[in-house]
Each structure stands twice: as structure tokens, then as C-alpha cells.
């Protein structure tokens, strides 16, 4: 996707992978400035724990906790998180998405949701969102709830959005869902991060059950389409980076299709 972006615009970059283990994070981000490395993604499990070797963050990025994209700024790491933006681009453009039907968490908050819901495996950590949000966006309504229970299903029976931030339904959990089918009804867009595989069991059963749902690769290509951004200083050639990861071509066949 960024290298088919900077050919787009004939520059003379190249965008690679660096699997990094959790003890190597320190050293790895720390060395970006000395090889000339403009930026870099930062993905699971690093979001977290890369704040503690940067210079500098935006304001949200502080705000979420996490960062996504480093930019290296006259030898300074400046960190930066465009999920939640690449989210509400990807909601807008792909999912139809008006009203509460904006984004998760934060970014949903602060675009004007008049409540959100927020289930996670570990309740603590739930809870310690919901508090973060509530401070920094406090007009919604703001609750945590268990991911298992009856507590879900109702929250989701008033629900226009689902968005599904797990790693459930990717790797060796790829035949699992972490909402039960039953919980769904066909009024909810359920949109799933995970882009690999394309459709999730998630995915699957909301689209069985008549819900409009939206997978991950239009996060992916939004955020990073802001990501190039921050990078380049230039407009992110988004129909490029959407062509690259398929968007437009399996768009073109829903038209087809009439899905």
C-alpha cells in the first residue's frame, strides 16, 4: 500500500517490515534516527509500551494511550495515532456511516456519539477506558460492560454500531467470534478491524443476519493514508493505497452484485 503510494508519486522511498520482539522495542525505535528512517508504523503488541522511548506525542495520541506512526523530526520521535481518525474515514467512506454510527472509544465520543459501550475480556481494562473517555469527552454516555454475559447482548439491542478491536477472529482464533450471533440484529453496521482474514466469523454472522458490515481494510488504508501524511508532507494518494489492498476492486464487485 505505501509502496505503491510512493511510486504513485515518484518517490524514491520504500516502506518494509521489521519484526521486533518485545524486549528488542527500546532498541529498534531507538535506532530509527541514526539510519536516516523518516517514520514508522508501530503495530501489536508495541502500541502501548513504544511511549516510553519517544520525544515527543500529539495531543491524541496522549489522550488514546497508544501510538501507530512515529515520525522522525530533526532526530526526535514524535509520536502519533491514526486509528481513530482512520476509523471515522473509513466509517464515512465505506460504511455508510452518519449519526451515532461514527467510531469506537474515543474517536467515537468525540465525533458526537450519544452514547458508547465498551466490552473487553479484561474488565479492568474496560473500565479504565471508559473512565479515559469519560474524562476527556464527557458529553456521551460512556459504560463498561463484560464481554460475556446478558449485559452485552442488551447494550447491542440499542446499538447502530458494533466494532470489533480484538485479535479474535485472526490467526488461530480465525473460526471464532467474540459476539455471540444471537446478540446481533440487522439494524447494527458491524464493523471489524481485522483485515486478515478479509471476512471474519464476525463478519459472517452479521452478514447473515441482513446487518451491513465493513471489514478492516478500509481502516487500514485511511490510517495509513494519514500516516503517509505525517510522513511525506504531501496528499496521501488514497485510491492508490485502497487499489493496493483491494478496496476498489472488491467494491466494484459488491456494486455488481448489488451487495
Known amino acids: ?26 532498541a529498534a525505535v531507538r535506532g530509527l534516527a541514526p539510519l536516516g528512517i523518516v517514520g514508522a508504523n508501530i503495530t501489536v503488541p508495541h502500541k502501548e509500551a513504544v511511549l516510553a522511548y519517544l520525544d515527543d506525542t500529539t495531543e491524541d495520541a496522549r489522550t488514546i494511550g497508544a501510538v501507530n506512526t512515529v515520525r522522525v523530526d530533526g532526530g526526535r520521535l514524535i509520536g502519533h495515532n491514526t486509528d481513530g481518525a482512520g476509523m471515522l474515514d473509513a466509517l464515512r467512506h465505506d460504511g455508510g456511516a ?31 477506558l471508559a473512565q479515559r473517555v469519560r474524562r476527556f469527552a464527557p458529553a456521551p454516555e460512556v459504560d463498561a460492560v463484560p464481554l460475556d454475559g446478558p449485559a452485552l447482548a442488551g447494550v447491542l439491542g440499542r446499538a447502530d ?44 454472522d452479521a452478514r447473515a443476519l441482513g446487518c451491513r458490515v465493513l471489514g478492516g481494510l478500509a481502516m487500514l488504508a485511511y490510517q495509513g493514508a494519514r500516516a503517509f501524511e505525517i510522513w511525506t508532507g504531501r496528499p496521501a494518494p488514497v485510491d492508490v493505497m485502497r487499489e493496493a489492498v483491494g478496496l476498489l476492486r472488491e467494491r466494484s464487485v459488491e456494486d455488481r452484485t448489488g451487495r
Do not use: K
Open 161 to 204: 454500531l458494533l466494532i470489533q478491536a480484538t485479535t479474535v477472529g485472526a490467526g488461530a482464533q480465525r473460526a471464532v467470534s467474540p459476539v455471540a450471533s444471537a446478540a446481533l440484529h440487522r439494524r447494527l453496521l458491524v464493523m471489524d478491524m481485522i483485515y486478515e482474514p478479509r471476512e471474519t466469523a464476525l463478519l459472517r
Open 1 to 26: 500500500m505505501h509502496n505503491a503510494a510512493f511510486a504513485a508519486l515518484e518517490l524514491n522511498w520504500c516502506y518494509v517490515a521489521f519484526p521486533v520482539p518485545r524486549d528488542g522495542l527500546g
Open 98 to 128: 452518519g449519526g451515532a454510527a461514527r467510531a469506537a472509544a474515543l474517536a467515537l465520543a468525540a465525533a458526537g456519539a450519544a452514547s458508547v459501550a465498551i466490552a473487553n475480556r479484561n474488565w479492568d481494562r474496560a473500565a479504565d
